[in-house]
């Protein structure tokens, strides 16, 4: 009788518990949802839902960018994904995670299909309640006590688990789904299923039957009746299905899938083992590129291991089908593993047949990093002498560069709106100019490697030296800008940093001419791998991800590139401007001769320039007198349109459009007019709504002018002077990789001085510290001692 009441109990425990196990996914899945709404939001912006999602197959995708236009997708769930550590049981919150991005995709328009392990896993941790309920039944009959005690599990036979889990498993995902108003279907197959022309013809027909309704399938192979893996014992030509890689592979070719997305407890393939000191993760495979990989042991779960992955995966990408191999349980990637290899990001091992010419990014920023060292023992005079020759080339081989900026502007007409074209013009005065600046880097250089900026004598024979060095490897992303490319060149190669060059497709012809005269420059000393123009499809993202090769980032480009470069970057840190809203403050004792001169130069001048006039404030007391009238007048023969702040606003009757923001940078001719009642007014407002690149003041009064220099918290302030002049040629620097608002290392126009950093030199004389305490033999000096003038003649 107690046996029969504990079973019913235990079997009503059982119906009990897996809608208690659906109830935690649900909650799970909701906290997952509104924990990542933004990755929601911005999964749903991302520009390939506009991407026509049709192809035909056959081929390949070639490149990681092409995976947006993937239509069909085949994501395969290994064991140490869906599972968790202890084996007994599934990892609900990871599986949520990839139900959600799963779903995002599959209303998207594509279609998806799941091959998942995890049936095992659940019928182990069901079937081990079901022992330890039974025995404690027996065990309280025999000892009549209440407590338990210890109880050994015996080994579980794997094929009675995936029975026990098979209905848990579904019935999990099922409500998942549903959760994203999507319908699921399980379909079970055996190696049989494939062999069989007709049963692989019937599953074939099922599974286009629910893509055409729009419904998943969630594939696993049949592991209750399914025999053991037999060793080599693939047909010509065909996989077997011995596991849920091949069965996905398999699955993957018969579908004539677009992607298959292969996660595992990796980040992908490796060069050696994971986990060993020198392992680099292999960002591309090709197909007889086996021999570059170690393959370490199986997962803790499972029955395929990595090499049964390269294999599964080499086999669909033979049949057509991209493979990615990818980490799907790294709690910081795997809620958007999945979606990020749609996006194209790197993430994990690409699969892919065609093979660059060149190097990867990878293998440039090793290239620019040894070269780059190489460059920084150069002597002052040698670093001098690349950059006077690439001066030299820049005007002998005036022709070649114009005729490939004339390609360009060919091919941006009407793309590019006309001040991104104007950035875009090279021209000989242009060309003239870069070879001047480029000369004064080279004059500047004598001095900047190895300069000692403080030596101390720590104690006797125990001399300190402080002295400047290259940062390291510099990563400079460009747009529209073909003439930054050998300005940015020049300052690397003067301070003896690496430099990675990421220019816009729009300037593609231009940039690649003139990298090539650049290596042909450092050639004369032997250190042409130092500059690397990167030609690759990689993403600015991903590159901003390269936090092992490169130690600084610098952004030449809109401040939206800007923004996202920010955004973006991994460690890395990013020296420049997200805005270049700058201000002129006219007070009211300005020059009426100087006021429409400068503000003329600082906005019409080069409205698109970052350090172009955005705001002009007016001190109340200049409203309606004939200074102000000027200015009004100039503007309007300019064709500057003219917006209103508030205060500005309310004193007219008929006011131009008010401005929609205080804060705005407009880069063309159009200029907010603001009123002030004070320069401390003034100060206040660039304070609140500048972005501390360059602000003015115009006045005759110099109490007035020092106070607003000394008050303004800015990276420029200038005094009766063009914002214009913020500009790293016009401050003598030669050249500037960019305008740094940051308040730490460079600030300003950065030339070389921002480019190089220190390191500390000490010599001594067997000198331990334990000598120099308490009761030691040495006292610490500290003495100051004089810097050696180096020789720049």
């Known amino acids: 009788m107690l046996s029969?009441?504990?079973?019913?109990?235990?079997?009503?425990?059982?119906?009990?518990?897996?809608?208690?196990?659906?109830?935690?996914?649900?909650?799970?899945?909701?906290?997952?949802?509104?924990?990542?709404?933004?990755?929601?939001r911005s999964w749903s912006n991302i520009p390939f839902i506009t991407v026509p999602l049709s192809r035909t197959h056959g081929k390949s995708f070639a490149h990681r960018?092409?995976?947006?236009?993937?239509?069909?997708?085949?994501?395969?769930?290994?064991?140490?994904?869906?599972?968790?550590?202890?084996?007994?049981?599934?990892?609900?919150?990871?599986?949520?995670?990839?139900?959600?991005?799963?779903?995002?995709?599959?209303?998207?328009?594509?279609?998806?299909?799941?091959?998942?392990?995890?049936?095992?896993?659940?019928?182990?941790?069901?079937?081990?309640?079901?022992?330890?309920?039974?025995?404690?039944?027996?065990?309280?009959?025999?000892?009549?006590?209440?407590?338990?005690?210890?109880?050994?599990?015996?080994?579980?036979?794997?094929?009675?688990?995936?029975?026990?889990?098979?209905?848990?498993?579904?019935?999990?995902?099922?409500?998942?789904?549903?959760?994203?108003?999507?319908?699921?279907?399980?379909?079970?197959?055996?190696?049989?299923?494939?062999?069989?022309?007709?049963?692989?013809?019937?599953?074939?027909?099922?599974?286009?039957?629910?893509?055409?309704?729009?419904?998943?399938?969630?594939?696993?192979?049949?592991?209750?009746?399914?025999?053991?893996?037999?060793?080599?014992?693939?047909?010509?030509?065909?996989?077997?299905?011995?596991?849920?890689?091949?069965?996905?592979?398999?699955?993957?070719?018969?579908?004539?899938?677009?992607?298959?997305?292969?996660?595992?407890?990796?980040?992908?393939?490796?060069?050696?083992?994971?986990?060993?000191?020198?392992?680099?993760?292999?960002?591309?495979?090709?197909?007889?590129?086996?021999?570059?990989?170690?393959f370490g042991t199986k997962s803790r779960?499972?029955?395929?291991?990595?090499?049964?992955?390269?294999?599964?995966?080499?086999?669909?990408?033979?049949?057509?089908?991209?493979?990615?191999?990818?980490?799907?349980?790294?709690?910081?990637?795997?809620?958007?593993?999945?979606?990020?290899?749609?996006e194209g990001k790197k993430v994990g091992t690409f699969f892919s047949e065609v093979k660059p010419a060149g190097p990867t990014v990878e293998q440039q920023g090793e290239m620019a990093r040894s070269g780059g060292r190489m460059l920084a023992t150069l002597e002052p005079e040698q670093r001098a002498e690349i950059i006077h020759h690439l001066a030299d080339l820049l005007t002998d081989q005036r022709d070649e560069i114009l005729l490939a900026n004339k390609k360009d502007l060919e091919e941006a007409e009407g793309r590019l709106a006309a001040p991104l074209l104007k950035r875009l013009s090279l021209s000989t005065s242009k060309l003239n100019s870069l070879a001047i600046g480029l000369r004064q880097i080279a004059a500047s250089s004598q001095d900047s490697v190895g300069r000692v900026l403080r030596r101390t004598r720590i104690a006797k024979d125990l001399e300190l030296e402080q002295v400047t060095v290259p940062i390291g490897v510099l990563l400079v992303i460009f747009e529209s800008r073909p003439d930054c490319l050998p300005q940015v060149a020049a300052l690397a190669i003067a301070s003896g940093n690496g430099l990675l060059l990421k220019g816009g497709k729009e300037?593609?012809?231009?940039?690649?001419?003139?990298?090539?005269?650049?290596?042909?420059?450092?050639?004369?000393?032997?250190?042409?791998?130092?500059?690397?123009?990167?030609?690759?499809?990689?993403?600015?993202?991903?590159?901003?991800?390269?936090?092992?090769?490169?130690d600084l980032i610098i952004p030449r480009g809109s401040s939206q590139l800007v923004r996202d470069i920010q955004k973006a970057a991994k460690g890395i840190p990013v020296m420049g401007h997200s805005e270049g809203i700058c201000h002129m403050y006219v007070d009211s004792e300005a020059s009426v001769d100087k006021v429409t001169r400068l503000v003329r130069d600082s906005k019409c001048e080069y409205p698109a320039a970052c350090n172009a006039l955005e705001t002009l404030l007016i001190h109340r007391d200049l409203l309606r007198t004939p200074l102000f009238d000027q200015i009004i007048d100039m503007l309007r023969v300019e064709q500057v349109k003219i917006h209103a702040g508030p205060k500005f606003a309310s004193y007219l009757t008929f006011s131009p459009s008010e401005v929609k923001s205080l804060r705005t940078e407009y880069g063309d001719l159009e200029l907010c007019i603001e009123v002030v009642d004070s320069v401390q007014d003034a100060i206040?407002?660039?304070?609140?709504?500048?972005?501390?690149?360059?602000?003015?003041?115009?006045?005759?009064?110099?109490?007035?002018?020092?106070?607003?220099?000394?008050?303004?918290?800015?990276?420029?302030?200038?005094?009766?002077?063009?914002?214009?002049?913020?500009?790293?040629?016009?401050?003598?620097?030669?050249?500037?990789?960019?305008?740094?608002?940051?308040?730490?290392?460079?600030?300003?126009?950065?030339?070389?001085?921002?480019?190089?950093?220190?390191?500390?030199?000490?010599?001594?004389?067997?000198?331990?510290?334990?000598?120099?305490?308490?009761?030691?033999?040495?006292k610490y000096l500290h003495e100051n001692l004089p810097i050696p003038q180096r020789n720049t003649n």
């Open 507 to 550: 300037a593609s012809h231009s940039n690649r001419i003139l990298h090539l005269l650049t290596q042909e420059a450092l050639s004369i000393h032997g250190v042409k791998e130092a500059v690397q123009l990167v030609n690759t499809r990689e993403e600015v993202e991903d590159l901003c991800r390269l936090d092992k090769m490169i």
């Open 4 to 40: 029969q009441v504990c079973r019913s109990g235990f079997q009503s425990f059982t119906q009990r518990l897996l809608p208690w196990v659906q109830s935690t996914i649900l909650n799970r899945s909701r906290h997952v949802q509104a924990s990542a709404i933004r990755h929601v």
């Open 65 to 294: 960018s092409e995976l947006k236009h993937a239509k069909r997708i085949v994501v395969k769930l290994g064991s140490a994904v869906v599972t968790r550590g202890d084996e007994c049981g599934l990892a609900l919150g990871r599986l949520a995670s990839i139900v959600e991005q799963v779903s995002v995709l599959q209303n998207q328009g594509r279609e998806m299909m799941l091959v998942t392990s995890g049936a095992v896993a659940f019928g182990k941790q069901r079937l081990r309640h079901e022992i330890l309920l039974s025995q404690s039944v027996r065990q309280a009959l025999h000892s009549g006590q209440n407590h338990l005690k210890e109880m050994a599990i015996p080994v579980l036979e794997a094929r009675a688990c995936a029975a026990a889990g098979q209905s848990g498993l579904m019935a999990l995902y099922e409500a998942m789904f549903t959760q994203y108003s999507i319908c699921a279907a399980q379909i079970l197959v055996t190696n049989l299923d494939f062999h069989d022309e007709q049963k692989r013809r019937n599953l074939n027909g099922t599974l286009h039957e629910l893509l055409r309704m729009n419904i998943v399938p969630i594939v696993n192979t049949n592991d209750a009746v399914v025999p053991p893996a037999e060793p080599n014992s693939d047909l010509q030509g065909v996989i077997s299905v011995k596991d849920n890689d091949s069965l996905a592979a398999r699955l993957a070719v018969e579908m004539k899938t677009d992607l298959l997305i292969v996660l595992s407890d990796v980040e992908g393939l490796f060069d050696s083992p994971p986990g060993s000191d020198d392992a680099k993760l292999i960002d591309i495979f090709y197909p007889g590129d086996q021999q570059s990989v170690t």
């Open 684 to 778: 206040d407002h660039i304070h609140k709504y500048g972005s501390s690149h360059t602000d003015v003041i115009v006045t005759e009064n110099e109490k007035t002018a020092e106070f607003f220099l000394q008050h303004v918290d800015s990276a420029c302030v200038f005094w009766n002077a063009s914002t214009r002049f913020s500009d790293g040629y016009r401050f003598g620097l030669g050249a500037e990789v960019g305008i740094s608002t940051s308040r730490i290392h460079a600030r300003g126009p950065v030339g070389l001085e921002g480019l190089l950093t220190t390191k500390w030199l000490l010599r001594g004389q067997d000198h331990v510290v334990s000598d120099f305490s308490e009761h030691g033999s040495l």
């Open 301 to 342: 779960v499972g029955m395929g291991g990595m090499e049964a992955k390269v294999k599964a995966a080499l086999w669909a990408l033979q049949g057509g089908t991209s493979v990615v191999i990818a980490n799907g349980t790294h709690p910081k990637v795997s809620g958007h593993v999945i979606t990020d290899i749609v």
